[in-house]
């Protein structure tokens, strides 16, 4: 049998390091350049097989009597646990979790199949006081989702208190029509039962404060798993009857680039000072497998632009001759190859686009 080691595909994704060009400044026709959409391209070249189709596979048939389906979106204060309680529900890794808050700015959708219903779960950035036009977006984008699913499930984090920021959330939340909305106390492994007890208690006292009715008030911990299958079970209580909206075996519907966009961000996120979360946007510009490779041994090339907001930043981010940013690329492509199941070749670039959050031309251009 073939070492590990001596797997040629294996050895290139091993060795291959991120390039490392030097920072530029963009310009407006470069930024028209990357604002092209080459899907139809990239849709010919890869193989799409893992992402929902429901129109498809005609799959409507033989619904079991009772059959629920839906779709949920966890909101809550920044470091709430929302991420990382999509990713139990689901069971993998989807959904981009870091010690940072405000890393969730994609809508990413983790999929819970079971045989008695399907769960949808949509994640959403942190709501908060927009200080920038992409605080602003963000808000809009989180409001959206909450009049468009079905249950709208407000994570409060056991090892703190209820605060300002939780009844902005829930007060937010009144002023959209919808009927359902369900408490989850998250974090719950970090605080004694005496503490929990008087958090679920403060939740039930916000709720009536704000007039808000919880359907159910659930104390979970995603990181122990404690209470995260009675969870799924009444959310999916909640739902209303009706057939599977994703096909079997499907874990989200998020394009893998974006996926594989929000890896490489959260990499690039790892240890850095707490202003430049909101500065590093990722887009991946191309994703194919590579030509002529033996059909047991693929290496899917990708390559990925991360952009900062300006110069001071660039140094940060690439660290002292490349290090960082060759440690984020190869943190970024582990996570990739781990779920793709493919070796890959991630070839990074660091660019500055000067203020993008405040530019909504920029911002159109980034995926905002
Ligand atoms: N001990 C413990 N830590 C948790 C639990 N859930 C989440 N965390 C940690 O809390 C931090 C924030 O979790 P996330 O899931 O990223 O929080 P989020 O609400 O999605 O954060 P934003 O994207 O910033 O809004 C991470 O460091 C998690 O590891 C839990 O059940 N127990």
Not at 70 to 94: C, D, E, H, Q, Y
Not at 276 to 284: D, E, G, R, T
């Amino acid at each position: 049998m073939t070492e590990p080691h001596e797997d040629p595909a294996h050895e290139d994704a091993a060795q291959q390091e991120p390039v490392l060009e030097e920072p530029e400044e963009l310009e407006e026709d470069e930024l028209d350049e990357f604002d092209e959409d080459d899907e139809d391209e990239f849709d010919d070249e890869f193989d799409y097989s893992g992402l929902a189709n429901a129109e498809a596979t005609g799959f409507s048939i033989d619904i079991p009597e009772g059959h629920r389906s839906g779709f949920a979106s966890f909101v809550g204060r920044p470091n709430a646990g929302k991420s990382t309680l999509t990713n139990a529900l689901v069971g993998t890794k989807i959904v981009i979790t870091s010690s940072r808050p405000q890393t969730t700015r994609t809508v990413v959708r983790g999929i819970v199949h079971r045989p008695d219903g399907q769960l949808i779960l949509v994640d959403t950035p942190g709501l908060h006081r927009p200080r920038t036009l992409l605080g602003e977006r963000l808000n809009d984008l989180v409001m959206a989702t909450w009049s468009e699913v079905d249950v709208v499930a407000v994570c409060f984090p056991a090892n703190e208190k209820i605060g300002p920021g939780d009844r902005f959330i829930v007060n937010e939340l009144s002023k959209v029509r919808r009927s359902i909305r369900l408490a989850v106390a998250t974090k719950t492994d970090l605080v004694t039962p005496e503490q929990l007890g008087e958090h679920l208690l403060s939740i039930a006292e916000l709720g009536r404060e704000t007039g808000t009715e919880w359907a159910e008030i659930v104390p979970v911990s995603a990181v122990s798993g404690d209470q995260v299958s009675l969870l799924s079970d009444l959310l999916l209580g909640l739902m209303p009857e009706g057939p599977p909206l994703y096909p079997d075996g499907d874990l989200t519907d998020a394009p893998e680039q974006i996926i594989a966009a929000e890896l490489i961000r959260e990499a690039a996120l790892e240890g850095v000072r707490d202003e430049l979360p909101h500065s590093i946007a990722v887009v991946v510009e191309e994703m194919e497998l590579r030509e002529n490779r033996p059909k047991d041994k693929p290496l899917l090339d990708i390559h990925a632009n991360l952009f900062v907001e300006r110069d001071s930043q660039k140094g940060i981010v690439i660290g002292h001759k490349g290090s960082r940013l060759r440690e984020v690329g190869s943190a970024a492509r582990k996570q990739i190859e781990a779920m793709l199941g493919t070796p890959v070749y991630l070839d990074l670039h660091v660019k500055v686009a000067k203020d993008w959050q405040r530019d909504p031309r920029q911002l159109r251009r980034l995926g905002f």
